[in-house]
C-alpha cells in the first residue's frame, strides 16, 4: 500500500500526444504515422525499433490504441518496479492492513510479493481491482476530449482533475519540459516493463536471466491468482 502512494505522481504523469501529421476531412481523425510519435531516440539509433512491423497492421486508431496499451502498461510496470524496492526494502506501514484476519503489514512485508498479494484479504483485493477498475472505464469511456481511438489523446488522465498530478508537478512547466516530462515517462516506462517483465522471469525460471540469478530478494512464488487460492 505504502509504494502505491509512493508511486501515484510517476504512475499517472501528463499523457503522451500523438504528433499529427494531417487530419481526415472526413472523419476529423489525426493522420499520423509511427515517425512522427514520440518515442524515438538513441537507444534505438535514433530510428523507430519495430522489427516486425505491427505499427503497420491497423488503421491509425489501431496505432493510438498501441500507444495508449504501451502507456499504460509502462505506468503499471514502474508502479510495479517501485512497489517491489519498497517490498524487498522492508518499507511498510506498522500495524493491521486487517485487524479481522489479523495481517499485519509486517507479515506482508516478509513474504514473497505474490504471497504477499495471496495473503490479502478476499475484501482488500477487491478494493484494489475496484480502483483499477475505475481508472480503467475512467480512461476508456470518461475523457470529455474523446476517446483515444477517435481523436482524443492516448494516455490521457488529466480529466480526473487532480487525481493524475496530485502533488502538482507539472502546473508550473512550460510546454518544452512538459515534452521532456512525457518522453521520460514513456522511456522509463519501456524500461520498467522489461525490468518486472525480467523479474518475474527470473523468479519463476532459476537462471533465465543471468543478471539477476541467485537475487535473494527475489523469493516466493512467481504466479498469483486475482482473488487467490480456491
Known amino acids: 500500500m505504502l509504494s502505491v502512494v509512493a508511486s501515484a505522481a510517476l504512475c499517472f504523469s501528463p499523457a503522451f500526444r500523438v504528433v499529427p501529421q494531417s487530419v481526415s476531412s472526413s472523419s476529423g481523425f489525426p ?8 518515442g524515438v531516440g538513441p537507444e534505438t539509433g535514433g530510428k523507430v525499433f519495430d522489427p516486425l512491423g505491427l505499427s503497420a497492421i491497423g488503421s491509425d486508431a489501431t496505432l493510438a490504441w498501441f500507444r495508449h496499451a504501451e502507456l499504460k502498461h509502462g505506468r503499471v510496470a514502474m508502479a510495479a518496479i517501485v512497489g517491489l524496492l519498497f517490498h524487498i526494502n522492508g ?20 513474504m514473497g510479493p505474490f504471497d504477499a498479494w495471496a495473503a490479502v484479504p478476499l475484501l482488500g483485493k477487491i478494493q484494489i481491482l475496484w480502483t483499477i ?19 482524443g489523446t492516448p494516455g490521457d488522465l488529466k480529466f480526473l ?13 512550460s510546454a518544452e519540459q512538459l515534452a521532456e516530462k512525457r518522453l521520460a515517462e514513456l522511456k522509463n516506462g519501456r524500461l520498467a516493463m522489461i525490468g518486472i517483465a525480467s523479474i518475474i522471469a527470473a523468479t519463476a525460471i532459476p537462471g533465465s536471466v543471468p ?8 523469493k516466493g512464488t512467481a504466479f498469483a491468482l486475482p482473488f487467490g487460492t480456491f
Not at 91 to 109: A, D, M, N, R, W
Not at 142 to 147: F, K, R
Open 161 to 173: 482533475k487532480r487525481f493524475w498530478d496530485t502533488p502538482g508537478f507539472t502546473k508550473k512547466l
Open 31 to 38: 493522420r499520423m504515422s509511427v515517425e512522427s510519435m514520440e
Open 91 to 110: 518499507i511498510h506501514f506498522g500495524g493491521y492492513l486487517s485487524p479481522t484476519y489479523k495481517v499485519t503489514f509486517e507479515q506482508l512485508s516478509a
Open 133 to 151: 477498475g475505475g481508472l480503467e472505464h475512467a480512461s476508456e469511456c470518461l475523457n470529455p476530449e474523446g476517446h483515444y481511438m477517435k481523436g
Open 211 to 218: 543478471l539477476l540469478e541467485g537475487a535473494k530478494a527475489l
